[in-house]
Structure formats: C-alpha cells, structure tokens
C-alpha cells in the first residue's frame, strides 16, 4: 500500500479537528510518531503539522508537542449565529495578542509556581484587594496623570465588571444617564440591567455636543456621565484640554457624576489630563487590563472618590467580591516589573501599524479613526444599509460590527466599526480589500 500523500493527511486531520473528533488541547503524535505511524518522511510529518497550524487548527509548543487549538474565544457573535463560510477575518472584535505573549504568560506562571507563599493566594483577598496589590495600580495609574491613594483604587475582574459595580453602587432604576450617541455597547447592557435611563449625547468626531449635554443636564435630573474621553470606542477622539473642562463643570453645575472609561486611554501617549484628575471628587475612572496586556485575563479597577469607596466596595463584595488572587497576582506582576508598559507600547505600534494598512485598503472612503488605535469607523454610503452589508460581507467570512451595537439612542447611523486588532497583520489588508470590493459591488 502507498503511504497516503500528505495532503490527504492534513485534510484528514484537519477535519477531525473541524468535527470535535480529536477535542481541543489534545497533545498530537511526536513528529517522528507520525512519519512511523503513516509510514512518511520525518520532514513530511513537519509538513503536515506546518500546514494544520497555518490553518490555525494546531500550535506548536517548543519542548512540549504539538496541541489541537482551543478556539472558544469570544468572537463578538452570539451563540445562536454562525458563520456561512469559513472564517476569512474578524473585524468585529478586538482581542490583539502580541507574538510571544503565550510564553510571557509561561514564565509568569512559573515564577508565581516558584514564588515564596503559593498558599497565600488561596485565601480570600478582602473585597477591591489587598492593600499592596491596590498600591501597584495606583502606581502604574501616575502614568496616566491619575494620583489616587490606594484605598481609592478597588480590583475587578475586568472593566465591565468595575462599571457594573460602580453604577449598581451610585445609581437606582430610573436614573438617566447620558453617554455617548455612538458609545462602548457594554453601557448598553449594563443601563438596560439596572433599569437606568441612557440620554444619548450627539457626537461630532471632535467629541460629544457640549451644548446639548448642558442642555439635556438642564432639562432632566442626569444622575451620571459616561464618558470616553481618550481614545473614544467607536470614534477615536482624544478630548482637548478646553473640552474637558467644560464636561466637568457642567457635571459639577447640575451635580452629576462622571464615570470615566480609560480602557483605551493607553494608545495616547500624552493626553490632557483624565477627568478623574479635574474632578476626583465626582469622577469614577475605570480601565483594565484586556486591550493593553489580553482579554482573557479579566483584570480590571476602578478608582472611586473617597466619599464614595465604602458604598462602592460593598457593591464589589456583593456582586463578587473582588478579582481573583492568581489574576491579580500575574497582573501586578506584570505591572510593577515593567511588562506592561512595555506591551502598550508593542500595542501602539501595532496599532500604528494596522492604521496604516487601513487607510491605504480604505483611502477615499469616509474613515474616522484614531491614529494608534485598533478601530475604525466607516461611513456607508446611502444605498449600504449596515445590517445587509454585514450579511453580505458574512457571506465573504469576514465579522464586522455595524452602527447598530453602539448607539445608544435611536438613530443608527449608517456605518460600521472595523475592529483591526484581531487578524494577523498580513492577513488584514488582503480582509479590509476584500471588504472594499464587496461594498463596491452593492449596487446603488
Ligand atoms: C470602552 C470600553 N470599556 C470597557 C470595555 C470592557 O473591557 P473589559 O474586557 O476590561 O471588561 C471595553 C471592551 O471592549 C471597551 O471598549
């Protein structure tokens, strides 16, 4: 009998893979196992497993074998909603992993394995976390022009979970709450949670109509502002100095709060100063880990007024108490000994990178998009109606995100949100083409 080609070999493999017959995490043949198993050349069996990582059904683990892919990751589509065709690119969420960052993590745990009191980390960590974890992040936090003690500084698992707390400790059903016309979806989820009335504030890509937000402040009892002011998801603007200001006092003149989400805040290297730092008195900063350092960790923090860290902390206790200690262990590690600053600083170039290759896919299209950040936000024209562009461009095996998820009031503009940040990077320019030519094809 001939050894069967090696084609058919990775095509066998691969649609074990595809059907769940070989699981995800299953340790693969040795290399030379599989050249005696199949009766092929050593360099054939490399081939094959070459071949089955490109498809991105398998990865390599130095020293340790080759391991089927777990590919569970939170893609931005519902659980009910599957792709027609095989997946060319993501562009409907962000989850930018640097090269390498699977071995950071390695050594990290590691380290933590080897480090003096393992046990320590079984007990429970008192709610917003123990003082000298709360110290790191304070630390790392002057970077950003926030100068907030310790105490101030409450732990989360994630920044959604650092809102959650914050709005379910400061607001009651029925508030309003004014964000963004076009704001992170996540606000969404968490007004329609507690009940909370969302006063959708016009956008401009300089910033949100300061105007109407003093309008809307005067008109109705605005419990809370949710504001994005560096590096805003969807449209990317940074807000100037004179900007911020005025958002502060008319916050202060009708005695609202303001939280304020630093999630993307890292890809600015020298904005005007957080808001938090104008008004500590009313301001809630929240930000985390997930875009700077990975998603998956769930790490996050919310640095709250004085007057307000109590309730706060008793929102945190009961909902779930804190961050969990080996999640927080590996991310201030990895703040106090530089790892982070040092990815953000990958994820800015990076970014810069994927800007580019944007606007030369893109050029002559209505783009907004902040220069070093993973998204962009695209004007249709008339006659592409978001949603159909979106299932036309499924069809292609390309996710994006339309208008639709971000606003936050009832006009939906016509546009989607290009997440770049997921796709290698070789791969996102020959995607965002691709997507180009299906938008041309859309007849007027
Ligand atoms: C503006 C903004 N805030 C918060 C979050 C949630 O972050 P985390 O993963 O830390 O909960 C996101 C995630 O996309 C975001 O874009």
Known sequence: MRP??????????????????????????????????RRIALATATRVYAE??????????????????????????????????????????????????????????????????????????????????????????????????????????????????????????????????????????????HGLDLAPVPVTAAGPDLDALERICAARRVRAIYAIPTVHNPLGWVLDRERRARLVATARAHDCLIVEDGTYAFLETSPPPPLRTLAPERTCYVAGLSKNVAPGLRFGFAVVPASLAQTVTGSLRAAAWGAPGIVTALATGWMADGTVARLEEDRRADAAARQGIARAALAGLDVTAHPASHAVWLGLEPHQRPDHVAAVLAEEGILVSTAAAFATGRHRPHALRLALGTPPRDELGPALRRLRGALDAIPP
Request: glycine residues 10%; positive net charge; charged residues 20%.
């Open 4 to 37: 069967p080609s090696y084609k058919a070999i990775v095509e066998e493999l691969a649609a074990a893979i595809r059907s769940g017959a070989i699981p995800a995490g299953t340790r693969l043949a040795a290399h030379r196992e599989l050249a005696r198993e």
């Open 52 to 193: 089955l990582a490109a498809m991105g059904l398998v990865v390599g683990e130095p020293g340790r074998g080759t391991f089927v892919r777990v590919r569970s990751g939170y893609d931005g589509l519902e659980p009910s909603r599957a792709l027609p065709v095989p997946r060319v690119a993501d562009l409907s969420f962000n989850q930018p992993l640097a090269p390498g960052q699977a071995e950071l993590l390695r050594r990290a745990l590691r380290a933590l394995a080897a480090s003096g009191d393992v046990e320590a980390l079984l007990y429970q960590h008192p709610p917003g976390g123990r003082r000298h974890d709360r110290a790191i992040v304070a630390t790392y936090l002057l970077d950003r022009g926030i100068d907030a003690p310790p105490g101030d500084v409450l732990l989360t698992s994630g920044t959604q979970q650092a809102l959650d707390t914050v709005l379910r400790a400061l607001t009651r059903p029925g508030d309003v709450v004014a964000a963004d016309a076009l704001s992170y979806p996540g606000i969404k989820l968490l007004a329609a949670a």
